[in-house]
């Protein structure tokens, strides 16, 4: 029933090129008047607004390009500036310098975070909510924008905990081309170059290619990744009034699944793991053995996750008057993913045949998936001003069709490794391909429409803002299981959220600001028991066990209340922000495992592990955040950030602390000692501390009590005016794994060489 409107968003967008292509034809655009390009750029962030590790502007919060310290909500930004000097390719990777971010998983989960200690797993590019949640390199991305708390009244429907937006590379006004490549241990090697091309005065065209391979730092060849894509890009400048974007984003990954994990290496994660049930029945204490060596890990070498992305966008701007911006885009992308791991149940048994070593079950999973999305979004900005007050409406739609197909498969019969000495090889007669039979097939089909309408007030000579928005969104969507033959169809769902905030300016640079957004999401049916494995001799439930046919519904209702300063000094190179928040979600369904002993005398450690699902209420997270983002001059630059986490959740009828809530302070900075002809070493280094004290698992007490500490370091010498370097740069320089949750390390140390130019 969409279909009028899609086709009535890309006639509009078609219809502008012919008429402002003769305009443009008659009236060339200089390129080189900065004003003129400016004026375009409402919606749009542009590379000049980073400065150093900071920024002036973000677009993630409000679809609108707001100046930094005028966004009334907490907003994290990572700058190709920080990504480059962290040495940060991968979305995983950026959340070791991200406050009050961490990751959800070590495994297959990528882009499932953690923000604020609320999970979040989708993702935005540009502004447009992407079908593929699979890991993103940060060489085809300007910026990656983090917002906390939900923003569904100007983004469409997200997740309490926020959002994720990257911001991809977009063509600028010189010629200009650079290029690094990389090496490292456990035989890391990486190469990028980034071209960017003047056409004509009107037109210039980016492509940022880049190419990744290397082992794990544990697990290694068990945790081979290799990846490679480009994100080719042209910008138009029709007329002084138009612009048009295009950008095409292709690339491949392939990783390691869960199969690499090595969670067993640190003894606060082994007692820890014991203590909220993850050994019942083993009876084993592991400070009697030796840990697993650092570079060892369990599966099978070539398999993992494979995945192939292609998106495609186009985004027109246009100045219909003085005081009218209208912004058309339409956003393409298509996926699919191939993934086969073997994941260790936590239920060991003692080895037959070594008295100083356990066997570990395995759980073979596979599974295809893929998804085609095309999504038509358009806004329209109205700008006035009266007297000392300027008043700015946005009225916009959002307009998408999805489907998606999957099917998936598990075997646990017989499989089994060693503890300390696995042998990474598949047992006598497993095939990758026909040991697991397909026991999930599905399709779904979904589309939607959303509206939306946002006010901005500025009032008493800009002394106060204020800012209310109000979306309404109504999907439909078909699920088809392809072995039943069954469909669910969930008919009309429909959604509001409204969000509101007032900002006072006692300076041109200083906002004291208050926020209240909420989030409605529609109802989720799903299987209330799930991932029946039936461990060392148990066995599974018939068919016709009632828990295997009963359902949960539950509707995600969440509601953010912040108050927030921020300031901007030094002629914008210092930037201070900090904000104390309260959320409250309630209905939101999530999973805990469980573990029923079915103990025989033949075996009498047996158990079957599924999970349970139930729906949460009374979640109420809280807590402190602060970042600092300082340039002086041309010699230093720094970021610092600090949060301060806490909350409670009812968790199976219980009331338990939040877990994975963990205070933490990080601060990464360099310093250069160029001559006045570029030319100079150049120092950097990080530190991030993890303080102790925080629940690992939401139904339990049990707390990770140590710090833990991360330090990166790196020196470099720049010569020709800065356009050459090399560099030596380390990571994680204590080789300890950092722990942030039940199944969650970030890699061992990493020593990277490299050689960078600019021409």
């Known amino acids: 029933?969409?279909?009028?409107?899609?086709?009535?968003?890309?006639?509009?967008?078609?219809?502008?090129?012919?008429?402002?292509?003769?305009?443009?034809?008659?009236?060339?655009v200089d390129r080189k008047n900065k004003d003129e390009v400016i004026q375009l750029e409402p919606f749009a962030v542009t590379t000049q607004s980073a400065v150093g590790y900071g920024v002036r502007d973000a677009s993630s919060s409000s679809r609108l390009n707001l100046p930094y310290i005028d966004i009334p909500q907490s907003i994290s930004v990572l700058t190709s500036e920080l990504l480059a000097d962290a040495q940060i390719t991968s979305s995983r990777d950026a959340l070791r310098w991200v406050n009050n971010v961490i990751p959800r998983t070590n495994g297959s989960a990528h882009e499932t975070f953690e923000v604020r200690g609320l999970i979040i797993n989708k993702s935005y590019r540009d502004g447009f909510l992407v079908s593929a949640g699979v890991p993103r390199d940060t060489a085809l991305y300007e910026r990656i924008e983090f917002v906390k708390g939900p923003a569904s009244a100007a983004i469409g429907r997200g997740e309490a905990g926020g959002l994720v937006n990257?911001?991809?590379?977009?063509?600028?006004?010189?010629?200009?081309?650079?290029?690094?490549?990389?090496?490292?241990?456990?035989?890391?090697?990486?190469?990028?170059?980034?071209?960017?091309?003047?056409?004509?005065?009107?037109?210039?065209?980016?492509?940022?290619?880049?190419?990744?391979?290397?082992?794990?730092?544990?697990?290694?060849?068990?945790?081979?990744?290799?990846?490679?894509g480009m994100g080719p890009s042209v910008q138009w400048y029709i007329s002084p009034k138009t612009d048009l974007l295009a950008n095409l984003t292709l690339f491949r990954h392939e990783g390691p699944g869960q199969s690499a994990e090595t969670d067993f290496m640190d003894e606060n994660i082994i007692r820890l793991r014991k203590s909220v049930g993850q050994f019942v029945g083993s009876a084993w204490n592991p400070y009697d053995y030796p840990k697993v060596p650092l570079d060892s890990g369990w599966g099978y070498p070539g398999i993992g996750i494979f995945d192939?992305?292609?998106?495609?966008?186009?985004?027109?701007?246009?100045?219909?008057?003085?005081?009218?911006?209208?912004?058309?885009?339409?956003?393409?992308?298509?996926y699919n993913e191939h993934r086969r791991f073997i994941n260790k149940i936590a239920n060991t048994v003692r080895d037959p045949s070594d008295s100083?070593?356990?066997?570990?079950?395995?759980?073979?999973?596979?599974?295809?998936a893929g998804a085609q999305q095309v999504r038509n979004q358009g806004d329209l900005l109205i700008s006035k001003t009266l007297g000392s007050t300027?008043?700015?409406?946005?009225?916009?739609?959002?307009?998408?069709?999805?489907?998606?197909?999957q099917k998936s498969g598990t075997n646990s019969t017989g499989l089994f490794d060693q503890l300390y000495n696995p042998k990474h090889t598949p047992p006598a007669?497993?095939?990758?391909?026909?040991?697991?039979?397909?026991?999930?097939?599905?399709?779904?089909?979904?589309?939607?429409?959303?509206?939306?309408?946002?006010?901005?007030?500025?009032?008493?000579?800009?002394?106060?803002?204020?800012?209310?928005?109000?979306?309404?969104?109504?999907?439909?969507?078909?699920t088809r299981n392809l072995v039943t033959l069954k469909n669910v169809e969930l008919g009309k769902l429909t959604t509001t959220a409204p969000r509101y905030s007032i900002s006072y300016k006692p300076t041109t640079n200083t906002s004291i600001y208050y926020l209240r957004s909420h989030q409605q999401d529609p109802t989720v049916t799903q299987l209330r028991y799930t991932s029946f494995v039936a461990s060392n001799g148990a066995v599974l439930p018939a068919t016709n066990d009632s828990r295997r046919n009963e359902f949960i519904t539950g509707q995600l209702k969440a509601e953010l209340e912040e108050v927030g300063a921020k300031a901007s000094f030094l002629s914008g190179q210092c930037t201070v922000a900090i904000s104390f928040y309260n959320l409250m979600r309630e209905g939101a369904l999530a999973s805990t495992p469980v573990n029923v002993p079915q103990p025989t005398p033949e075996f009498p450690q047996a158990q079957l592990v599924y999970s349970e699902t139930y729906i949460t209420k009374g979640e109420a997270y809280r807590g402190f955040e602060a970042e600092i983002y300082y340039q002086m001059g041309k010699k230093?630059?720094?970021?610092?950030?600090?949060?301060?986490?806490?909350?409670?959740?009812?968790?199976?009828?219980?009331?338990?602390?939040?877990?994975?809530?963990?205070?933490?302070?990080?601060?990464?900075?360099?310093?250069?000692?160029?001559?006045?002809?570029?030319?100079?070493?150049?120092?950097?280094?990080?530190?991030?501390?993890?303080?102790g004290d925080w629940v690992i698992r939401s139904n339990s007490t049990v707390k990770f009590e140590s710090n833990q500490y991360g330090v990166d370091a790196g020196i470099a010498y720049y010569w020709k005016r800065g356009a050459n370097n090399i560099r030596l740069f380390a990571t994680n320089l204590t080789n300890d794994p950092q722990m942030t949750g039940t199944n969650s390390n970030v890699e061992l140390r990493r020593v990277y060489l490299s050689m960078g130019s600019k021409w």
């Open 636 to 691: 230093l630059t720094l970021m610092f950030a600090y949060a301060s986490p806490r909350g409670v959740t009812i968790f199976s009828g219980k009331l338990s602390p939040g877990a994975s809530l963990i205070r933490t302070a990080r601060i990464f900075s360099k310093y250069n000692m160029f001559d006045e002809n570029g030319k100079g070493l150049e120092f950097t280094l990080g530190l991030r501390e993890l303080f």
């Open 308 to 334: 192939n992305v292609g998106e495609a966008s186009a985004i027109l701007t246009h100045r219909l008057t003085d005081a009218i911006t209208l912004r058309q885009g339409l956003y393409l992308d298509g």
């Open 166 to 228: 990257y911001i991809t590379k977009k063509p600028f006004t010189d010629n200009k081309t650079t290029s690094k490549i990389v090496l490292g241990t456990d035989k890391f090697f990486r190469y990028e170059i980034d071209a960017n091309r003047v056409i004509s005065k009107n037109i210039s065209a980016r492509v940022p290619i880049y190419l990744e391979d290397g082992d794990g730092t544990y697990g290694a060849e068990l945790s081979h990744t290799r990846k490679y």
């Open 356 to 368: 100083n070593n356990f066997l570990v079950p395995l759980l073979y999973t596979f599974s295809y």
């Open 429 to 478: 007669g497993f095939n990758f391909y026909t040991s697991a039979p397909i026991t999930s097939r599905t399709s779904e089909s979904s589309n939607g429409l959303g509206f939306y309408a946002q006010y901005l007030g500025s009032y008493w000579r800009d002394k106060v803002k204020v800012i209310a928005g109000l979306r309404r969104d109504t999907t439909e969507t078909i």
């Open 390 to 405: 300027m008043q700015q409406f946005v009225f916009g739609y959002d307009i998408f069709d999805l489907a998606k197909n």
């Open 1 to 28: 029933m969409y279909k009028k409107y899609f086709i009535a968003g890309i006639s509009l967008l078609l219809a502008q090129l012919p008429i402002e292509a003769q305009i443009n034809n008659s009236t060339p």
